[in-house]
């Protein structure tokens, strides 16, 4: 996919500038958006994306957020995109539904400045290929009572970088993995904004 950039950049100076990337349908990008909606601090400058159907993109879209489309190639054998996210002047990256993994160049120049959401405890039902429904499948599989969300900030392994909020729920004796992923769902929706409110 080329790289393909929507929407104007706007450079406001009293703002927090952050980039949600999320590649999905985009529920918890919907969420950060509406929370931090009229904030006189914050602001959602971009969407970065690298599906370009994915669900979030029409939330871009209805919100007015402009988008940055990437390429693999740039993204794991280029600057990662450092020089746009400086463009857009980006102080911080928040993962929602992002499954590429953050090339060390892009961490080097966001230290402690990109978080991600993680649908498990960690360290728990980490690490590559644990996402989405394998990640309920598996908490099932080995009858856990518990499971929640983890936030934490990205570091060059999957989901090893240091926590920063968990809250649990409880796997219940019949759940699905689809009904896990609700509950869990709501749990993000309920608190990645706040959590992400609170380290800006
Ligand atoms: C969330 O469950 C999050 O934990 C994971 O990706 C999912 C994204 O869902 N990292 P959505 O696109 O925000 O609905």
């Known amino acids: 996919m080329k790289t393909e950039r929507i929407g104007a950049i706007s450079l406001e100076n009293k703002f927090t500038r952050v980039a949600i990337f999320a590649s999905g349908a ?11 909606g009229g904030n006189k601090e914050i602001s959602i400058a971009l969407i970065v994306c690298n ?7 029409k939330i871009a879209e209805a ?17 990662a995109y450092v020089g746009t996210l ?26 402690n400045k990109i978080i991600n959401i993680h649908p498990a ?17 598996a908490v099932i ?9 983890t936030i934490h900030y990205v ?8 926590p920063i909020f968990q809250a649990t ?5 019949d759940d699905t993995p689809d009904t896990l992923a609700e509950r869990i769902h709501q749990l993000e929706h309920t608190h990645f904004a706040p959590v992400i409110a609170s380290i800006i």
């Open 26 to 36: 985009g529920s918890n990008a919907q969420k950060i958006i509406d929370y931090f």
């Open 51 to 57: 599906k370009p159907n994915a669900g979030v993109l």
């Open 63 to 79: 919100k007015k957020i402009p988008v940055l489309l990437v390429d693999k190639e740039v993204f794991f054998r280029g600057d």
């Open 86 to 111: 400086k463009e857009y002047g980006i102080q911080l990256i928040v993962l929602a539904g992002f499954l590429w993994k953050v090339p060390s160049v892009l961490i080097s120049a966001y230290p």
């Open 121 to 137: 405890l960690l360290p728990k039902y980490g690490g590559k290929g644990m996402y989405g429904h394998y990640v309920h499948e």
């Open 141 to 149: 599989a080995n009858g856990e009572k518990e499971s929640g969300i």
């Open 155 to 162: 570091n060059e392994h999957f989901d090893e970088g240091e």
């Open 169 to 173: 729920c409880p796997v219940m004796l």
